[in-house]
Each structure stands twice: as C-alpha cells, then as structure tokens.
C-alpha cells in the first residue's frame, strides 16, 4: 500500500491543466478517485492510467500510391 495519492490540485499540475479538469473527471467518473472525509485523492496510478488511456500515438507516413504530389 505505497500508493501516493494527490490532491486535485496536485493532479491538475501533474495534467498542466486548470482545477476544474480533474474535478470534472471525477463528476463524471472518468478517473478513479477515493474520497477521504470530504477530500477527493486521486491515487497516482489512477492519473498514469487516465494518461495512458488517452495517449494517442503518431500514425506513420505512407506514400501515396502514385508516389510524390505534383
């Protein structure tokens, strides 16, 4: 039981986005989250999940069939 848990400030910082983003998430039920009291924490592999899931990879290159556009 090591696991780090971050405040929604933390994970809006560790995101690089405002508060109210990882607030919505948890509304919405979109990142895992434990509520302590009436704190929200997030747990750290909750975010490295939430990342994961949308990380979108590079499509590679393809030629056109014809070869180069005039």
């Keep these: 039981?090591?696991?780090r848990y971050l405040s929604v400030?933390?994970?809006a910082e560790?995101?690089?986005t405002t508060?109210?983003?990882?607030?919505r998430l948890v509304?919405?039920?979109r990142i895992r989250y434990v509520k302590v009291g009436r704190h929200v924490r997030?747990?750290?592999s909750a975010v490295r999940a939430y990342i994961d899931a949308n990380?979108?990879?590079p499509v590679s290159r393809r030629r056109n069939r014809y070869g180069r556009a005039a």
């Design 55 to 57: 990380t979108v990879e």
């Design 27 to 29: 509304a919405e039920r």
């Design 9 to 11: 400030d933390q994970v």
């Design 42 to 44: 997030i747990p750290e």
């Design 14 to 16: 560790v995101l690089g």
């Design 19 to 23: 508060v109210r983003f990882p607030r």
């Design 1 to 3: 039981m090591n696991e």
